[in-house]
C-alpha cells in the first residue's frame, strides 16, 4: 500500500502536537486526520477506517488505554501506536498486552515519530501477508484434498467442536486457520492454546473464548485437570459462544484405553473428525505445494526466487516425506536459501534431502533449519531420551529429574514418539 493510500487518525488533545504531527505525516505523503478527544475519535475511526491510530494516553473525557481496548473490540486487526509524555512501563506493558503495536514517548523527535509509524506499518503488512497464507485453503487437486475442502465447506458452520486428525507436519495448524475462515466467528481471533498455555480458570477461559475461535493443538497432551475443566465447560454449554477445533496425532481412543484420556471428553469433541492425510498418500499435490511454499518464502522472508525443474518435482514426488507437508515446507526453504543457482534440479534434491535426513538421524544435533517449534520438539526428545538413559529407562525418576509430573511426562513422550519399553530394551 503507497504511502497516499493509507490513512493515519491522530488522537491528541494538544492542538499544538496534533498539528505537529499532521503536518509531518502530511509531508511524508500520508493522508492524515485528526481527533482531541474519545468522541471525536469514534467519530473518525467509523468515517475513516484508518490503517493506523497514533493515540495519546491522557485526554480529558477518556483515557487513551480505555480507548484502546474499545478500538481493538471493535476491531481486532487495527493497527494502533500509543503515544505519551508521562508514560510508565507498567502502562506500555497494559497497552501491549491489549493489542498496541508500539509505544513512543514524548516529546516527539521527527525521526521517532517517522520511524515508529513505519515499523508498524511493516509489521502490519506482513502479518497481513502471513494471514494470507494462513487462511488459504488447502493446496492441492488430489482426491483427499478436494475431499478436505467440501468437508471444511460443510462442518465450519456448524456450532460444534470439530476434531482434526493426522500426523506431525501435515497441516493440522494450517487447516484450522481455514476452517476459521469459513466460520461463524471469521472476524473475531484466533486464539491457539496447548497443554501448556490452556487456561484452568472457568472465567478466562470463556473471557478467551468469546466471539473467538479457540484452537487447542494436541489436545491428547491436555493434563487431567485441564480435561475435566474443559469437559465441564462443554457438557454446560459455556463455550457455545465461539468456534471450537481441537487437533491430534494420537489415538484417543488408545489414550482412553491407557485412562490418560477422558472418555466423556472423547464423546463431547468427536461428533465432527476431519481427517488430514499424511502427504505420501497425496504425492501429486506436490507441484502445487513447492509452487505454493515458493511463492510464501519469497513473499514473507524475502529469499530469492528460485525454479524447480519438472526433474527435481519428480524427485520430491518420489520421496517418502515422514514429517510430511512440513518437512516439505522446510527443504523448499533450505533450497531456496542455500542454492547458488536460479534452478533447482534433481541433483540439488538429493544433497538437500541426505543432508535433511543426516541432522534429523543425529540425536545429539538441533536442526536450526526448523521453525522454533519444531526445534523446541527436537530438543525436547534429546533431553528426555538423556534423562531416560540416565534411570535405565524408569519414567518415574526422569520425570522427578525433569521437574515435571509423572502423566504429562508419558503424554510428552508419546507426542514425540518416544517409546518408553522400546527405550529400555535399548539400555
Known amino acids: 500500500m503507497s504511502k497516499?493510500?493509507?490513512?493515519?487518525?491522530?488522537?491528541?488533545?494538544?492542538?499544538?502536537?496534533?498539528?505537529?504531527?499532521?503536518?509531518?505525516?502530511?509531508?511524508e505523503g500520508y493522508q492524515v486526520s485528526t481527533a482531541s478527544d474519545g468522541m471525536t475519535a469514534r467519530t473518525a475511526v467509523n468515517q475513516h477506517r484508518p490503517n493506523l491510530i497514533l493515540l495519546d494516553i491522557w485526554m480529558p473525557d477518556v483515557d487513551g488505554i480505555s480507548l484502546l481496548r474499545e478500538f481493538m473490540d471493535y476491531d481486532s486487526q487495527?493497527?494502533?501506536?500509543m503515544m505519551s509524555g508521562h508514560g510508565?512501563?507498567?502502562?506500555?506493558?497494559?497497552?501491549?498486552?491489549l493489542g498496541a503495536a508500539d509505544f513512543i514517548e514524548k516529546p516527539l523527535s521527527t525521526a521517532k515519530l517517522l520511524r515508529g509509524v513505519e515499523v508498524a506499518l511493516e509489521n502490519k503488512a506482513k502479518q497481513i501477508a502471513k494471514h494470507q497464507f494462513e487462511v488459504q485453503e488447502p493446496v492441492g487437486k488430489s482426491q483427499q484434498i478436494t475431499l478436505l475442502r467440501e468437508q471444511a465447506a460443510r462442518v465450519a458452520k456448524h456450532n460444534m467442536p470439530i476434531l482434526l486428525i493426522g500426523e506431525g507436519g501435515t497441516g493440522k495448524h494450517c487447516f484450522a486457520h481455514y476452517l476459521h475462515s469459513l466460520g461463524p466467528y471469521s472476524k473475531g481471533k484466533f486464539i491457539e492454546l496447548t497443554d501448556e498455555t490452556f487456561p484452568l480458570d472457568s472465567q478466562k477461559l470463556i473471557s478467551l473464548a468469546n466471539n473467538c475461535c479457540v484452537f487447542l493443538n494436541d489436545i491428547s497432551l491436555l493434563s487431567d485437570k485441564a480435561q475435566a475443566l474443559l469437559s465441564?465447560?462443554?457438557?454446560?454449554?459455556?463455550?457455545e459462544n465461539c468456534q471450537l477445533i481441537f487437533s491430534t496425532q494420537h489415538s484417543l481412543e488408545q489414550a482412553v484405553s491407557n485412562n490418560s484420556f477422558q472418555e466423556a471428553l472423547l464423546y463431547q469433541i468427536n461428533s465432527i473428525s476431519l481427517v488430514i492425510p499424511p502427504l505420501r498418500e497425496h504425492i501429486e499435490d506436490i507441484p502445487e505445494l513447492v509452487h505454493h511454499f515458493v511463492d510464501q518464502h519469497t513473499t514473507q522472508a524475502q529469499l530469492p526466487y528460485r525454479h524447480f525443474t519438472v526433474a527435481a518435482q519428480n524427485r520430491l514426488r518420489n520421496y517418502t516425506w515422514p514429517g510430511n507437508?512440513?518437512?516439505?515446507?522446510?527443504?523448499?526453504?533450505?533450497?531456496?536459501l542455500l542454492s547458488e543457482d536460479n534452478e533447482i534440479d534433481d541433483a540439488d534434491i538429493d544433497l538437500t534431502l541426505q543432508s535433511a535426513n543426516q541432522d534429523a538421524n543425529d540425536d545429539n544435533a538441533i536442526n536450526y533449519d526448523l521453525p522454533l517449534r519444531e526445534a523446541r520438539e527436537q530438543f525436547e526428545r534429546i533431553y528426555l531420551l538423556h534423562k531416560l538413559e540416565h534411570t535405565d529407562g524408569n519414567v518415574g525418576k526422569a520425570a522427578k529429574l525433569a521437574g515435571m509430573e509423572r502423566t504429562h511426562l508419558y503424554r510428552k513422550l508419546r507426542s514425540l514418539g518416544i517409546d518408553t519399553k522400546q527405550t529400555q530394551d535399548n539400555l
Open 4 to 27: 497516499s493510500d493509507t490513512h493515519i487518525l491522530i488522537v491528541d488533545d494538544e492542538p499544538d502536537i496534533r498539528d505537529l504531527i499532521k503536518d509531518i505525516l502530511g509531508d
Open 232 to 239: 465441564h465447560m462443554l457438557e454446560t454449554k459455556k463455550l
Open 78 to 81: 487495527s493497527t494502533i501506536v
Open 88 to 97: 510508565t512501563i507498567e502502562t506500555a506493558v497494559e497497552a501491549t498486552r
Open 325 to 336: 507437508v512440513l518437512e516439505l515446507k522446510n527443504i523448499v526453504q533450505r533450497l531456496l
